[in-house]
C-alpha cells in the first residue's frame, strides 16, 4: 500500500511560480511511476505530468512546468511556471505499481488547490 500526501497549493498571480511536493509512505516508490493530474471545476480529471524512467508532459503544461523525482525521500515534485488562470485546479499525486505504460495509476492523494488570478 502507498499513501500519497500533497502539499505547495496555493494562490498566485499569472506570471508566477509553484511548487508541489508530493510525499509518499508505504511500499517501494523507487520502482514505481509517479504522474500529477488535476481537476478544474465542471471539468473532468487530466493528467499533467509523469515520471517513469523519463518525464513525460501533457502538451499544456509542456515547457512550463517540470516534474521531477527523489527516490531517497520518496518523494515527486511539481515546479510549475509561467501560470495561467487556466491552470487553476485541484492538483493530485499519483502513483502506479510498476513502471508498465499499460498499468493503472492505482494510489492518488488528497489533492491540493492551485489557483491562478488574472
Known amino acids: 500500500q502507498v499513501q500519497l500526501v500533497e502539499s505547495g497549493g496555493g494562490l498566485v498571480q499569472a506570471g508566477g511560480s509553484l511548487r508541489l511536493s508530493c510525499a509518499a509512505s508505504g511500499r517501494t516508490f523507487s520502482t514505481s511511476t509517479v504522474g500529477w493530474f488535476r481537476q478544474a471545476p465542471g471539468k473532468e480529471r487530466e493528467f499533467v505530468a509523469g515520471f517513469s524512467l523519463l518525464p513525460f508532459y501533457a502538451d499544456s503544461v509542456k515547457g512550463r512546468f517540470t516534474i521531477s523525482r527523489d527516490n531517497a525521500k520518496k518523494t515527486v515534485y511539481l515546479q510549475m511556471n509561467g501560470l495561467k488562470p487556466e491552470d487553476t485546479a485541484v492538483y493530485y499525486c499519483?502513483?502506479?505499481?510498476?513502471?508498465?505504460?499499460?498499468?493503472?495509476?492505482?494510489?492518488w492523494g488528497q489533492g491540493t488547490q492551485v489557483t491562478v488570478s488574472s
Open positions: 499519483a502513483a502506479k505499481d510498476d513502471f508498465r505504460a499499460s498499468s493503472e495509476y492505482k494510489y
